[in-house]
């Protein structure tokens, strides 16, 4: 089965995007840029999901996966920009090196 | 031959999105970026066919997670909001309102400044409930319980001290 140009084109930048963002995560040294960088790759996932459906007649089992994907990334990202906030209060820094020198 | 090149547009709009929220030094300015990077996400989805994903990604992330991160810098100190020289705010707006319409006429040709009719909105919304509608409880269910974390997370204080 042959893949469109226009999906194997998407499909790669997902994939780009997901690995960016894993890769961003694993660097920050800021909280909120972490939670920014899971975001990036919900988004690269998103999109990989969505270009995997195209070359199908009907999308309807790739749109369900996005659909979840949206809200469960969304809500992970809710939840972790809480705890920033409350690892904010406690500590008064975002840096992962400081917070773990603080623990200490 | 002509999606081939939106694609390629669109894929570059969003990797070099993506390299400005990601490679630059102020949180302000990762954030105004990833907020870009959303809209043209959901520009995507909308332009191969999916105006319900595209409303979805753009509700859901470039308007209510970008409050949310704002509201997080904010609250963080982080932010230090300066949107760059106003003279260049105040022309970069009728350049946006122009690239917003040229955008318009490209993906909705036969709609532009018309009137959608009903059996259009209708038949996107019952891809919702017709199709999955256990699914969209469970999602519900999830962003509920999400929602309530956050609440006891941030309510819970004074206890500690």
């Known amino acids: 089965m042959t893949m469109a140009a226009d999906q194997a084109i998407l499909l790669a930048t997902g994939t780009a995007l997901v690995f960016v963002g894993a890769g961003s995560v694993g660097f920050s040294k800021n909280l909120l840029k972490t939670v920014m960088s899971f975001q990036v790759a919900v988004f690269g996932a ?17 749109d369900a996966f996005v659909i979840l994907s949206v809200l469960v990334g969304a809500s992970v990202e809710a939840v972790g920009l809480a705890i920033v906030v409350v690892v904010y209060r406690k500590y008064h820094t975002l840096n992962p090196d400081e917070i773990r020198r603080l623990r200490q | 031959m002509q999606s081939e090149y939106v694609a390629l547009l669109l894929s570059a709009a969003l990797l070099a999105s993506v390299a400005a929220a990601l490679l630059s030094s102020k949180v302000s300015n990762s954030l105004i970026a990833l907020f870009y990077t959303s809209i043209i996400l959901g520009v995507a989805f909308t332009a191969y066919g999916d105006a319900l994903l595209g409303l979805l990604t753009m509700i859901t992330f470039a308007g209510a997670i970008s409050v949310l991160l704002l509201s997080v810098v904010l609250i963080t100190g982080e932010s230090e909001l300066g949107f760059g020289p106003r003279r260049l705010a105040t022309a970069a707006i009728p350049l946006a309102g122009v690239v917003g319409a040229v955008s318009l006429l490209v993906l909705f040709p036969g709609q532009a400044g018309g009137y959608v009719g009903a059996d259009s909105s209708v038949n996107v919304l019952i891809f919702l409930w017709s199709v999955r509608p256990w699914d969209l409880l469970i999602l519900i269910v999830v962003f509920a319980g999400a929602m309530v974390t956050i609440v006891s997370l941030l309510g819970g204080d004074d206890h500690g001290s």
């Open chain 1, 46 to 62: 998103n999109l990989a999901l969505f270009s995997s459906g195209m070359g199908f007649g009907s999308r309807l089992l790739s």
